[in-house]
């Protein structure tokens, strides 16, 4: 992770934000060559969700909303993390990452480094010594206990009870005052003793408007999603789209982190990628289609078929956005997919699907589908006081062809397979009934990804330290970045093979100024060629273009017109015609 | 406007933020076509700026900075606006917008509609009438003035005394109390009386850490500008780039304006493309070059020279841009250009020109480029104690070849130019010697547009509701927005002529996904051809594709594999192959 963060900063792909004056814990900004990898990462989505298909549309809404949006959305009051203060230094740490946050520290790794759990029952100076005190050289990061003789009697009766002691029980037992309320993380900056966990908002507040007041308290959106849902009618009045449709967004979206860590991984200003798909409810496709196709594994999932139901669309999405890595260079071998079980899911949720990545910090979640219900619809419905129901004439016409009988075995049918067992039989009728006549509120599928932690991914698993020989036999270390061309920052970098030589020079600058028309290109013309290759290497450029005596015909009219085309995974060269090279550089850049 | 309005809100351009709860006063959100509209318009933006250039690289910084920032670069001190509060209703209204605002009030439409000033003199009745009171109809927006025998007798008085009297003066005259204290405008929301104006911070403040505290105020960036500088170092540092070149940077930017109005132009939440040009100083590029250029009217400014000075790059930059703003439809006819006076520039600004377009509610700043001297970067470099300055090898070596005389003299020769009076001859000589060694604080030329005026102006200048006639003879109204193709939201529309007829059908889909790699297109089959070519006109797509029994060869093999193309503005159609449409559209979408 160190070589990579290292190699960011050198080559222009993130720094920490505001670094001129320390620093600002939680914000990073992409440098020259981050923000065209942003840039070509939000475009891909973008062209996959939206340009690409029939059935999405854009929305760019703003950061900040009516707060009630937030109250509607559940934010307000359950946006939280668990939160403990430290009874010594007073300072904040997340519940469940205070312990994570301690073994990153120096202290921790010098004392897991030396300590021994054999020679812990007999050995007191060696016990004592393990234990933090001011000055102490291995505790940096770590203030003393404050009582170290107290400290050492628990664990001396900790040892004694016959308990088996590792480095984590040891450092529990340090921080904990009283034995008998359970062993707890001590705090990771002061190794004082962490107070009760309580709730902690995670929504960034402002005021807008003139005077700080109750009433202009704004939040900064803590998802881009929710606008999605806010502006569905207007979308859905203006757009002249059909459900199932969906609506796209991307923009940023930020998270007071307590403590934002693994680089630009988890930090409070971070940029989305949200799809929220609309879907009819199961029962309007029963309605309209007689049936609702199951799920099935290795069923067609290529084109969205009316008779779908939530459960399908969901794999279908999950597969197009599988699709969707692939196509810039993240294939499903180095994903994870995690379903989330019943227990971890909301209680909205019907089903979750994690895509995972295999960061250098551990795997973690790129992106979630979830699908949603209607719950999100349903609770603006009902904090707004505005219908959100959409009418649907096919539904309406299907459902007049029922006579009594059918629509009554409709209800309970749609009753007996009711979601909470607490729906009243006429509840279930009037939600039948409002299908009868035509009337819905949306499900939703919302396939939501992290455009930093794609960064992330991307960099990490694009770069790699390889060893190889140099025209003189030489070994030597190579670090390149192998993006897949459509993301790559620069496309392809051209070269003059000397700067000095008036002719290479001006035939480099045409293939420049040719190939910037379709791409985003580099003109470099210092430094011997094998360094310049090498530089490219380290921003992952796929391909660079070098003219030399051939091309301008010094050596004969053989391979005049024709330059070099290094390849820089493979770093073959091969020799192509000028007028091809557009033709051959987009071949690679397409979807 | 209100026709702009309407059509943004019917086509899916421009909705109110969070609309569903009654809207959030300056923040509006891009629905479909206003969320591709603005992408085209930022895509165009950077290519301009940063793709088709050798010099410039692009930044992607955070909104949330470390707010030693915003203290360096004033906006703490400030940047404020003057507010005034009311003595009656106690809302604050900004100092220099009362006026207008109430002027906007449908109380001042009215009477100014019905206001006589010949009748004011004579005509107590009449007076009174227009001295608005609890319940009258034509002051919906307007409290009763408390006093209104005293307000008429201010009025009264003001007659008597043989000035003149009309609405504005009437109006304001109402909410003065004390007539000696000279006329106020009254408050816009209740027409009571205004307080002195304050200066109020426009910055939005929010808290960045788990508990507020003065240690963690940050603030929502009013600019992106001030990120470029905080990154200056480490953009050169990582990028390979040498002065003079550029940093661009594309993003959203907060102000908490008062008084939000004329619909996005000035709004709380907004989106800038921002780029700072970092130059020589003058008297490096007369080191180097052994005189600076003088700017004349006529000069060539295609190419930039190395013996440029602030003045000549500031020109070249308003011709870059303006060339820009002709790129996509907005030619030097509809813009206007201000060149701020003395008196108007900030005190560190050499020069400044805004590019201003007549909006509907009057003409307004688009962009403004100012020369900026090194003000930014020395301020920051102030604030955070590290060095901002750059090293020049090519400027040491011409400095090392003047001798002791040479030198003395040009040490002069800068003092006698200095820009302030109050510089010594110390501190011009060790700026003279700085740059004897090569070093020195980059100026810089800051072309800063707003993305949310140029979609509105791009939108004023294109709606036009036009008279043409039907093929029935009849004369109808056209709704049309003639973007540029460029920025339009959708290049293409593609109809089979009947939906009913499944070969018409396969083959519009066919030339439908055939287009789509290459441009935003649109299918529709629905609704007579006519309406369908409207529908395109109000969203501005300027070509439309129908498919028709010729294309499918129904009507012989002349015309098999032909499609009729209809350009929006003329209206015209014309047969063009199928086989053709990719080159001839894409002809009208480069730059």
Known sequence: MEKIVSLCKRRGFIYQSSELYGGWNGFWDYGPNGAELKR???????????????????????????????KASGHVDTFNDPMCACKSCNKLVRADQAWSVLEETRWFASLAATFDPA????????????????????????????DPDAAFGRIAARISSGAPLDVRDFVQTLATSDPASGWRTPCPHCGGELGDAKPFNLMLKTN?????????????????????????????????VRVPFGIAQIGKAFRNEITPRNFTFRSREFEQMELEFFILPDEAVELICGSVLPFTEGMDLSEPKPNWGWEVWHRYWLKERTDYYRSIGLPTEVLDFYWQSEADLAHYARATVDILFQFPFGCEELEGIAAR?????????????????????????AAANLDEKQREDFI????????????????????????????????????????????????????????????????????????????APVKCAVFP?????????????RITALLRRHMAVYYDESGAIGRRYRRQDEIGTPFCVTVDFDTVGENGPENQGTVTLRHRDSMEQTRVRVEDLIQILSAHLAP
């Open 40 to 70: 070509n990462l939000r475009d891909t989505w973008w062209h996959a969700m939206t340009r690409f298909r029939d059935d999405v549309v854009g929305l760019d809404a703003t950061i900040i909303m009516h707060p009630s949006i937030w």
């Open 119 to 146: 020679s812990t029952s007999c050995n007191e100076e060696k016990l004592r010594k393990w234990i933090p005190r001011d000055g102490s050289q291995h505790a940096p990061n770590l203030a003393l206990i404050r």
């Open 208 to 240: 807008t408007g003139p005077i700080a007041s109750e009433e202009n308290v704004s939040y900064l959106r803590p998802e881009t999603a929710q606008a999605i849902f806010a502006q569905f009618k207007n979308v859905f009045d203006s757009s002249r």
């Open 373 to 397: 219900g209607n719950f999100d619809l349903s609770q603006h419905q009902t904090h707004s006081g505005k219908p959100l129901e959409i009418f649907d004439e096919e539904l309406k016409a």
């Open 412 to 487: 309970q049918k749609t009753h007996a397979n009711r979601r909470k067992p607490e729906t009243t039989i006429e509840e279930t009728r009037a939600y039948c009934e409002s299908l009868f006549q035509g009337c819905y509120i949306p499900h939703v599928i919302e396939p939501s990804a992290g455009l930093d932690r794609l960064a992330l991914a991307i960099l990490s698993n694009a770069f790699e330290e390889e060893k190889v020989t140099d025209a003189k036999g030489k070994e030597e270390t190579r670090t390149v970045l192998h993006f897949h061309p459509r993301i």
């Open 497 to 509: 093979l000397l700067k000095n030589r008036p002719e290479l020079v001006a035939e480099a600058k």
